[in-house]
């Protein structure tokens, strides 16, 4: 009966071919009756069975009753196939192309970079020529260089990320002040904008490991606390689009002398009390001061002849008064429905 088996497999892949061509349902009916119908190549196969014996039949049958099964199947997945077309067409059909398009979210930017824009224009306007670092910085040029040795607390282990002994993470942008010095010679005017640093700081509502610095420094003849005040009340001009006062108090830090927690005048309240200053009328920002002697000789810079001051505010902290926020976690976690209010 090798013949049975041979027409079995001559009709399977006739049907294949067969099915290829249908492309609606009607075809597909029409190739159904040919070969499944009541007349069809599969109905006469199973006639041939009358004539075998009981083993023949049962060995034969098998073998037809797969075929029909797979030409039903692949018969039915066709069908299928077809009406889901016909579905997409039919939807395609009542689309009104005049109506406006379905509009894509765009992104929006993060308060630290709208900040970044404002303090990047405020500065240039002032003929200040913006510079950036190195995040991963060695011993001398994050502590040494800029007055802070050995046994300074900040030279901690617990307070910074080190690398290697004589590599950390930078604690602070002051770094930028002295590779600037060392490359350029005054007069010069320098500032960093949103420098990302890092310290081993618990995280809390207003601390976080990660955080980003404003760094200026302007070194030239004749400078003094004076101009650094002019300097910070243009700065927060271009922030907070109002003039504040500035108001200095003394505060010991290595890299400069005399320095100074700066305070300013608080922008929302006009200096008569608000939830944002505390009810005092001021807020604290950073610190500030004219640059160390020793600092200036470190870069071969003579501090008879020159002067300067350096600032180093929080950028996070500037972002959280003018926005509202209350948590700095809020600037870090990315969240989508906190970034889209601004």
Partial sequence: ???????????????????????????????????LGRKGQVRQLFDTLASMSPEEKKQYGGAINDLKNKLQDALQNKLNQLQEDKSKQEKLSFYDYSLPGRPFPIGHQHPLSLIGQQLYDTFRSLNFTVVDGNEIEDDYHNFEALNIPKWHPARKMQDSFYITENM?????????????????????????????????????????????????????EGL???????????????????EVEIRFLPSYFPFVEPGAETLISCPFCRKKGCQVCQQSGWIELGGSGMVHPQVLRNVN????????????????????LKYGIEDIRMLMDNHIHFLEQF
């Fill in 301 to 320: 810079i003579d501090p008879a002849k020159y002067s300067g001051f350096a600032f180093g505010w929080g950028v996070d902290r500037l972002a959280m």
């Fill in 224 to 242: 003094s606390m004076a101009d650094l005040s002019g300097l910070l009340v243009e700065m927060m001009y271009g922030v907070f689009g109002r």
């Fill in 1 to 35: 009966m090798l013949f049975i088996a041979d027409s079995i497999k001559q009709i399977y892949t006739s049907f294949e071919a067969d099915l290829l061509d249908v492309s609606n349902e009607d075809q597909a009916e029409s190739l159904k009756i040919a070969y």
């Fill in 168 to 220: 950390l993470l930078r604690t602070h942008t002051s770094t930028v002040q002295v590779r600037a010095m060392e490359k350029m010679k005054p007069p010069l005017r320098i500032v960093s904008i949103n420098g990302r640093c890092y310290r081993r700081d618990a995280s809390d509502a207003t601390h976080y490991p990660v955080f980003h610095q404003i760094e200026g420094l302007y070194i030239d």
